[in-house]
């Protein structure tokens, strides 16, 4: 993981050692809490003047979700982090669970003690085996030193946590699926309400949050809040893990303030490969709306502008495609991903997802007709914001800002039969 203005430990030998992180105030955060006592609201305070926000996607505050927990409701609550990253273009909390484990432990320490969750649930991708194990490693380490368990040093408070590997769903970093699937069923969005918060795992309340997102809770918590807020820009505190892939010199991981230009950030990803031009970025994984390459080199890379430029910042899997690429091909290749993990429990999804992989694979084979061009909007209008879960959205955007952007690449296959690009790198 490539680190800028970054505030993990990884230039460290073996970062993921609990003696590496213990020895940079690992902890220091979670033994003041159980020293202290602290007031969960103290701490949520901090965290909603930190304007940390999920970076699992949606991008919404942290600490306005922890208040949603009905903190003294009687019986069991659970907080659970969702590590299943399934988004293509997104890789940055594997590398966290192999580099910085102790990192999100803690955090999920923290917050099972600010919603009163005495047991918690790391839900990981199944085929990340090497991030697994270094979690499950980490996590043997803690309850070693008497950092997780029962009556942690001697405070009075318990916290069990458990890795729980996936099965290797896309639908399943959708939060209610997974729910679902942690309970050992098919992995389904439900409805809601209610929501996890109110009904949740087992039926109980439960948060839920993103890997990166409760990993920065430690260090927002030793330095306070006002400090993370300005590290980035007002409503988009602090800093944020960018995977950035695609034709670029320097594909990897980059950890810098939101707000940063996005030009900015292509630099520090060593540029464009070999000198090409860019064309076109995916700023925040596949669901989300292209932006054409001179529109991304005036945006900074933080929520509220990348909204502005007309996408989403997503998870900030940023993928970066140069002249030589063919968006018709890219297309077709984002539209059968999301036909193919559909789970088919809403009929818009189910047949709408493969009615735009056939028609997007018709016009990129040189079968397709101008009509099928404008079926793609008006199918995509129809699925948007018409199922239980966002999978049927992030199928239809891509489709419909594709189309907006690059119709006359469209219209070219339609009438050439061919790309209208000389050669094609994907």
């Known amino acids: 993981m490539a680190n800028e203005v970054c505030f993990r430990n990884l230039h460290l030998p073996n970062p993921w050692k609990l003696d590496t992180y213990v020895g940079n105030e690992g902890y220091d955060a979670w033994k003041k809490i159980l020293k202290e006592k602290t007031d969960p609201d103290d701490i949520i305070a901090e965290l909603k003047t930190s304007c940390l926000r999920g970076r699992g996607g949606a991008g919404f505050p942290t600490g306005l979700?922890?208040?949603?927990?009905?903190?003294?409701?009687?019986?069991q609550k659970y907080i659970v982090c969702n590590s299943d990253e399934g988004e293509p273009g997104t890789f940055k909390d594997r590398d966290i669970l192999r580099f910085d484990p102790h990192s999100l432990i803690e955090g999920m320490a923290i917050a099972g003690y600010c919603i009163g969750a005495t047991v918690g649930y790391n839900y990981i991708r199944g085929e990340f085996d090497e991030p697994i194990e270094r979690f499950e490693q980490a996590l043997e380490e803690a309850y070693a030193a008497g950092l997780l368990g029962k009556n942690i040093m001697g405070s009075g408070v318990d916290f069990d946590l458990?890795?729980?590997?996936?099965?290797?769903?896309?639908?399943c970093g959708e939060e209610t699926a997974l729910l679902e699937s942690l309970e050992g069923k098919k992995g389904q969005p439900r409805f809601k309400p209610p929501f996890p918060a109110g009904y949740g795992l087992y039926g109980r309340p439960t948060t839920i949050n993103n890997t990166e997102t409760l990993s920065s809770v430690p260090t927002i918590l030793r330095n306070g809040g006002q400090w993370f807020l300005e590290l980035g820009k007002p409503n988009n505190g602090g800093t944020k893990i960018f995977s950035v892939s695609g034709h670029v010199n320097k594909p990897g991981n980059y950890e810098v303030p939101l707000g940063t230009p996005f030009a900015e950030l292509l630099k520090l990803a060593g540029g464009m490969r070999n000198g090409a031009t860019l064309k076109a970025v995916i700023p925040g994984g596949s669901s989300v709306p292209i932006l054409p390459g001179e529109t991304m080199m005036n945006v900074d890379m933080d929520y509220d502008s990348i909204a502005q430029a007309g996408s989403m910042?997503?998870?900030?899997?940023?993928?970066?495609?140069?002249?030589?690429?063919?968006m018709v091909k890219v297309l077709a290749r984002i539209s059968h991903f999301y036909?193919?993990?559909?789970?088919?429990?809403?009929?818009?999804?189910?047949e709408g997802t493969?009615?735009?992989s056939r028609l997007v694979h018709r016009i990129e084979h040189g079968k397709g007709s101008i009509a099928d061009i404008d079926k793609l909007e008006d199918i995509a209008a129809k699925i948007e914001g018409?199922?239980?879960?966002?999978?049927?959205?992030?199928?239809?955007?891509p489709v419909a800002?594709?189309?907006?952007?690059?119709?006359?690449?469209?219209?070219?296959?339609?009438?050439?039969?061919?790309?209208?690009?000389?050669?094609s790198v994907h």
């Not at 910042?313 to 063919?326: E, F, K």
């Not at 018409?386 to 955007?397: E, P, S, W």
């Not at 800002?401 to 050669?423: L, W």
Request: hydrophobic letters at 35%; one cysteine or more; a neutral charge.
């Open 65 to 75: 979700k922890w208040s949603f927990m009905p903190r003294q409701a009687e019986g």
């Open 162 to 171: 458990y890795a729980h590997p996936g099965a290797g769903a896309y639908i």
């Open 313 to 326: 910042l997503g998870a900030g899997s940023v993928i970066v495609m140069d002249d030589s690429t063919c």
């Open 339 to 350: 036909f193919e993990e559909s789970c088919g429990q809403c009929t818009p999804c189910r």
């Open 354 to 356: 493969g009615w735009l």
């Open 386 to 397: 018409r199922t239980i879960c966002a999978l049927g959205d992030a199928a239809a955007m």
């Open 401 to 423: 800002s594709f189309v907006k952007h690059y119709r006359n690449e469209f219209v070219y296959h339609v009438e050439h039969k061919r790309c209208m690009v000389g050669s």
